[in-house]
């Protein structure tokens, strides 16, 4: 089956009545993209941010009347009018075996001291490494965005061995899953997002450390450790953004056991003073293990030691 595409570019106030008169038209399914520049950073569930320009690409079979070439370019003006965008057009996409296009993405990824990431369906290129065996496809944390690769090279870097850890906006689970790879006794996952306690769960039953992984929302992961009178740990992640860093900043220190270790990421450069200085009443931040790495920003981790 043969596909055709109309894409429309907007301001975002009129993304919803564009939305709308592509699926009167019979488009199958509509996917937004950023027509400029502008980052949006991860959003809260149940967020729904958009770019101020907007480009709308609705997708119709070739094969039926909505999808004919030539009603699509006349349908391109009129919704074009309609929506006072700035720019229509109509482009043609080859049929293809999209699962196995969207999977031949994803490659193994070497990380710092021979610990590999390796989705689901390959094969490990060392058997003998410490392999992270990962969906990607469920929740963020699939150590192809830097601020993962950031916290993975840190978490090698420590002695986990028999460890307990907090995995705090754990996403895919893929930093609690490393930690108990590479030794920690327990890990205690926990994020905003539904889905990303699924992800995890379904993610430490692949890597076979289940039994030491326990994903939690927040309120939940609050009341457990209250009402199990839970001791502090000795190492924390929390690979989320500066906002709820600095937020958070007190309540991670009633989680931590004196001179246990934690690492921040999620931050841009300019982000990271701010949140240092959030910390600094109960964190020793150690500027050596502060670093930048180039993916679109120049992204930050901070580390350190808690004081109490």
């Given at each position: ?61 070739a094969n039926t009347d909505a999808g004919n070439r030539q009603l699509l370019e006349e349908l391109s003006h009129e919704i074009g009018a309609q929506v006072q965008a700035s720019r229509t057009w109509v482009s ?74 907090i995995d705090y906006g754990c996403g895919s689970g893929i930093l609690g899953i490393a930690a108990l790879l590479l030794g920690a006794r327990q890990v205690y996952a926990v994020d905003i997002d539904p889905q ?113």
């Amino acid at each position: 089956m043969a596909w055709q595409q109309l894409h429309l570019q907007c301001e975002k106030d009129n993304v919803d009545l564009a939305e709308a008169l592509l699926l009167e038209a019979g488009a199958l399914s509509i996917a937004l993209d950023d027509a400029g520049d502008q980052p949006l950073f991860e959003p809260l569930p149940g967020e729904s941010p958009l770019w101020d320009e907007v480009i709308l690409t609705g997708l119709f079979d070739a094969n039926t009347d909505a999808g004919n070439r030539q009603l699509l370019e006349e349908l391109s003006h009129e919704i074009g009018a309609q929506v006072q965008a700035s720019r229509t057009w109509v482009s043609a996409v080859d049929d293809k075996d999209w699962e196995r296009e969207w999977m031949s993405n994803y490659k193994p990824i070497e990380c710092a001291n021979n610990l590999w990431i390796v989705p689901n369906w390959l094969t490990p290129p060392n058997p003998d490494a410490t392999n992270i065996i990962m969906d990607p496809g469920l929740a963020f944390g699939t150590g192809y965005h830097a601020t993962t690769r950031l916290c993975l090279d840190w978490l090698t870097e420590q002695d986990l061995t028999d460890k307990v850890v907090i995995d705090y906006g754990c996403g895919s689970g893929i930093l609690g899953i490393a930690a108990l790879l590479l030794g920690a006794r327990q890990v205690y996952a926990v994020d905003i997002d539904p889905q990303a306690v699924l992800a995890t769960n379904q993610n430490a039953a692949r890597n076979h450390v289940d039994d030491c992984l326990q994903a939690f929302l927040p309120e939940d992961f609050n009341n457990y450790w209250q009402q199990n009178d839970m001791k502090p740990v000795e190492i924390m992640v929390a690979n989320i953004l500066a906002k709820p860093l600095i937020g958070l900043a007190p309540y991670f220190a009633t989680l931590m056991a004196p001179k246990s270790r934690i690492v921040l990421a999620g931050l841009i450069e300019s982000q990271t003073e701010q949140v240092s200085e959030a910390y600094q009443p109960y964190f020793t931040l150690d500027p050596k293990h502060a670093f930048t790495a180039q993916e679109d920003q120049h992204w930050q981790r901070l580390s350190g030691t808690f004081t109490g």
